[in-house]
């Protein structure tokens, strides 16, 4: 697990528990990636590019006065690295919650790794 995500997680939950509209974060390929898999299901707004080109700017998303990203758990730690097959991919539920997973093609969902067949680091779930 890369120290650059588990401290944008950290940095988009403490702004969201904050009450923040906006968050900067450091760019990373990493950090595109797990955005982009927050914002196609739904959790983030939107993220551009700051002017500097080094920082990023997260919009975060609110629903009924609360914010999505207020109920990240961070899953893998750097020290504590939660990896699970394909087969014990299959066998995993969280239920209504959403898990992201670092794999080899990516951060990727629980359903996109069952749909592709391919096992990763649990990650985070919301």
Same mark, same amino acid.
């Given at each position: 697990?890369?120290?650059?995500? $588990? ?10 528990? @904050? ?5 900067? $974060? ?21 993220? @551009? ?8 700017? $997260? ?63 649990? @990650?985070?779930?919301?």
């Amino acid at each position: 697990m890369n120290n650059q995500l $588990v401290k944008m997680l950290v940095l988009l939950k403490n702004a969201s528990l @904050a009450k923040k509209n906006n968050v900067f $974060v450091k760019k990373a390929p990493l950090i595109l990636d797990c955005l982009a898999a927050l914002y196609k299901e739904g959790y983030i707004l939107s993220y @551009a590019y700051n002017l500097d080109g080094s920082t990023i700017l $997260v919009n975060l998303r609110y629903f009924e006065g609360n914010c999505l990203t207020a109920n990240l758990k961070i899953m893998s730690k750097i020290s504590h690295v939660k990896y699970l097959n394909y087969r014990d991919i299959c066998r995993f539920s969280l239920g209504n919650k959403v898990g992201f997973f670092l794999t080899s093609k990516g951060v990727q969902t629980l359903e996109d790794c069952k749909m592709n067949k391919i096992g990763g680091i649990l @990650a985070f779930y919301s």
